[in-house]
């Protein structure tokens, strides 16, 4: 995990508005896998907007408070890798991100943030949080981005700041999330409770409701099929690594804005006909590692989209109308990515048709079959 120190420069980085991108954050596999570049650090507007070199002269930061052990340049306050068994005093009230990551810190506590009002980020991945104040939060008003994963958490902490734009609480012990814990959070854009104990039912009726999200993960739970009342208004819904068997026909039928949908790595046999045309603007889809036996339906009337992960599935068959349109001259994007390797598909034996509307026979990826 990248250090903060590395990310200091960005703090006097004058920046315009940019809309949230999942690449950047630290503390989660990326689809990619592979390390983010500082661009994309910049990109994921972890710092706050900065008005440029002059910032540091409207806001100044106090030297004198940095607690033993931190580092503190540019309102940033790393006291991560210390050993810290609580929260630390003496933190500058211009402290703009307070980084206690890799801590064994165990409780927090209700002055733990007292005067902290122009905190943006707080970075607390990796503690043994178990017990948090149900105001330990009511000082920040300005606060953002919450990162409270790989913690002992059982519910999510109370009285959220209004604020918050980020939540990253995966890797806790959740099992619950109750119908009023996220009220009056309007400003929330992205939530990440990945790698819970999360079952379909631990969802109370309503516990989504009034939520703005464009981004939400639930991987590596234990779901057996999509949840219901999610937010219509996201962008992107990952449910990789659990345990969903079939989608149904109206699973998906109030998501009609998403446009990248992360199914891998489930037990999905069936996909009901009908289904994925509730998704109009859809991009990416992602149901590598299940067990469909055929390509699911209606790809062709999904204009937009154009990458489709289909590897590692039970595929036997592929016929030459699974993707593509029927006819000449209907409008649709073309496709830049179909994985298809890792089915027990004969390979020589589909049509070069079938691919007739990808960019190039490079955006089509098979491979031999192993039992």
């Known amino acids: 995990m990248d250090h903060l120190l590395l990310l200091f420069p960005l703090l006097g980085l004058a920046t315009s508005s940019i809309p949230f991108a999942q690449k950047g954050f630290w503390d989660f596999s990326m689809d990619d896998a592979q390390a983010v570049a500082p661009e994309e650090e910049e990109a994921s507007g972890i710092f706050p907007t900065s008005g440029g070199a002059e910032a540091e002269d409207v806001f100044p930061f106090f030297p004198g408070l940095c607690p033993f052990g931190c580092h503190c340049q540019l309102r940033v306050v790393q006291c ?14 211009d402290t703009s991100l307070l980084d206690l990551q890799n801590n064994q810190i165990t409780e927090l506590r209700k002055d733990d943030f007292k005067g902290l009002h122009h905190l943006y980020a707080l970075v607390l991945v990796n503690n043994k949080i178990s017990k948090i104040h149900p105001k330990a939060f009511s000082p920040l008003h300005k606060l953002q981005k919450l990162y409270i994963s790989k913690n002992n958490l059982v519910e999510i902490p109370p009285n959220l700041p209004s604020s918050l734009v980020e939540l990253r609480i995966h890797d806790n012990r959740i099992k619950k999330i109750s119908k ?28 989504f409701d009034g939520l703005k999200l464009n981004y939400l993960r639930i991987s ?44 891998g790595h489930n037990n999905i046999r069936m996909i009901e006909n009908g289904s994925l045309a509730f998704l109009p603007i859809l991009r990416e889809l992602h149901l590598d590692n299940n067990k469909l036996s055929r390509v699911p339906p209606g790809l062709p009337d999904l204009k937009f989209l154009q990458v489709v992960y289909l590897h590692s599935n039970n595929i036997t068959k592929i016929g030459v109308n699974e993707f593509c349109p029927i006819g ?44």
Not at 80 to 90: A, H
Not at 343 to 369: H, K, M, S
Request: aromatic share 10%.
């Open 80 to 93: 991560s890798d210390l050993g810290l068994k609580e929260v630390p005093k003496e933190l500058s009230p």
């Open 328 to 371: 000449f001259g209907v409008k649709r994007a073309s496709y830049h990515g179909i994985s298809l390797f890792g089915n027990p598909v004969p390979y020589w034996e589909v049509q070069p048709a079938t691919f007739r509307c990808a960019t190039d026979r490079l955006a089509i990826q098979f491979g031999n079959y192993k039992k």
């Open 220 to 263: 590596e739970a234990k779901l057996t099929g999509i949840p219901k009342d999610l937010p219509e208004t996201l962008h992107e819904l990952h449910l990789d690594h659990n345990k969903i068997q079939a989608i149904e026909l109206e699973d998906l039928i109030s998501y009609s804005k998403l446009y990248r949908l992360g199914l």
């Open 180 to 207: 009023d814990v996220f009220n009056g959070l309007n400003s929330m854009n992205c939530i990440e409770m990945g790698g819970n104990p999360l079952e379909n039912s631990g969802f109370e009726p309503g516990a």
